[in-house]
């Protein structure tokens, strides 16, 4: 894997967007240009040590000057929403590391999206990208309130394109009208909390990103939690994977440092190289196709199907 850029940024601007949702632009200090980025790629903001936090890219990606995030404040969450409300505004200077992207638009005729709470954010990038493309699209956008949801003033643009479905107005989204009329080359792209992630994939393939795992048990592919050993090519050392201690904590208590930020493998900031060996994924990162591919994997929560794995790092 390629190193992420990184880079301190200044908050240029914070935005109230709706309830508990605020937005953050970040620009570089001196005024330098921002790596480019496509719609659906996040960024990790380094809030302090230990607390890392991935939040997707929700501005213009023709604008190279400035990245803009939006973050919901989680008061039962783990502290990165709760230290984004509390500490960073304008002027504030946050190591920013990125962008990556693992939710990519594909090229298509047709789209329908769907998007659950703070789930639009990736979502507003590609609606852009599909309405400049002249591709036929339409939004399904659901919320607890009205006032919870953030962005509809920019959403309104769109016109009749874009549903707004509060649910304490309309009730649960009607996923089985919405997605009825998609055709055959129309794609299915979602992002929202997990039940609306099931939901949707339950009816059929969708292009889906979680902020949360897919499921709640560490074993997602029938494998178990065996040690193992890992080969760290690059650093010339070899550690020992004991059972219910992940590689990433393997790594790290061997005075490793190594680029990680949820540790749940719904980021993919941890991703790394296979050299050799058997990958047992348990991520909710890569493609069915990437898996078999067996050319990466997530080392926050991803194990190993043999007795070694040979990593690149």
Not at 48 to 75: F, I, K, M, N, Q
Request: charged share 20%.
């Amino acid at each position: 894997m390629n190193p992420p850029h990184e880079a301190d940024l200044v908050v240029a601007a914070r935005t109230e967007e709706a309830d508990g949702v605020v937005s953050l632009t970040f620009r570089h200090p001196q005024g330098a240009t921002l790596p480019p980025w496509e719609p659906g790629a996040h960024v990790d903001l380094v809030l302090t040590d230990g607390l890392v936090r991935s939040y997707s890219l929700c501005g213009d990606p023709a604008d190279r000057a400035a990245w803009t995030v939006a973050v919901l404040h989680e008061p039962l969450g783990r502290g990165g929403s709760a230290y984004v409300h509390e500490k960073l505004t304008p002027g504030a200077v946050v190591r920013v590391r990125g962008p990556r992207n693992h939710f990519p638009l594909h090229e298509a005729p047709g789209y329908r999206f769907v998007a659950g709470g703070i789930g639009i954010t990736p979502i507003l990038p590609m609606v852009a990208a599909a309405e400049a493309a002249g591709a036929e699209w339409s939004l399904l956008y659901g919320g607890r309130t009205r006032g919870s949801m953030a962005f509809l003033d920019r959403l309104s643009a769109y016109g009749t394109k874009v549903r707004v479905a509060p649910e304490d107005e309309t009730g649960l989204l009607d996923l089985d009208g919405y997605l009825g009329p998609a055709g055959d080359e129309a794609l299915v792209y979602c992002c929202g909390p997990g039940p609306l992630l099931d939901a949707v994939e339950a009816r059929g393939a969708a292009h889906t990103e979680r902020f949360r795992p897919a499921q709640d048990g560490p074993d997602s592919t029938g494998g178990t939690d065996h040690a193992f050993e890992v080969e760290l090519r690059r650093s010339g050392r070899t550690v020992t994977v004991p059972p219910g201690r992940s590689i990433l904590h393997t790594v790290q208590d061997a005075g490793i440092d190594v680029l990680y930020s949820c540790a749940e493998g719904t980021c993919g900031t941890c991703e790394t190289d296979i050299m050799e060996g058997a990958a047992d994924h348990r991520d909710s990162v890569l493609t069915a196709g990437e898996r078999a591919a067996g050319e990466t994997l997530m080392i926050c929560v991803s194990r190993c199907r043999g007795p070694r794995l040979v990593l690149d790092m």
